[in-house]
């Protein structure tokens, strides 16, 4: 088993930065890959970035290249890093970890198990 406690979210003016975490207890992170998912009210779950354990190649929306970066530090926690904060990024974000391959990290069905999210608002 594997609980994720996302952190590091709050209001930010546009224009901000905010860093998110993700930290894992039972099992470590370093199965298959770690993602960040975004949902906004009356949306659905979208994928935002993800890092794979083995190479440490990451992924990302295009909503987010150039201003987002996934990190990870040891076999326990994941950051993201968010810049250039828009109005349009408020959603809660969650953190995914997946333990095997399931044929991508773009999608939440290749994910086994997922935090609580934690929210981000972004004002105008």
């Known amino acids: 088993q594997v609980q994720l406690v996302e952190s590091g979210g709050g209001l930010v003016q546009a224009g901000g930065s905010l860093r998110l975490s993700c930290a894992a207890s039972?099992?470590?992170?370093?199965?298959?890959?770690t993602g960040w998912f975004r949902q906004a009210p009356g949306k659905e779950r979208e994928f935002v970035a993800a890092i794979r354990w083995s190479n440490g190649r990451t992924t990302y929306a295009d909503s987010v290249k150039g201003r987002f970066t996934i990190s990870r530090d040891n076999a326990k926690k994941v950051y993201l890093q968010m810049n250039s904060l828009r109005p349009e990024d408020t959603a809660v974000y969650y953190c995914?970890?997946?333990?095997?391959?399931?044929?991508?990290?773009?999608?939440?069905?290749?994910?086994?198990?997922w935090g609580q999210g934690t929210q981000v608002t972004v004002s105008s």
């Open positions: 995914a970890a997946a333990t095997t391959y399931y044929g991508g990290t773009d999608y939440a069905r290749y994910y086994d198990y």
């Open positions: 039972g099992r470590t992170l370093s199965s298959y890959a």
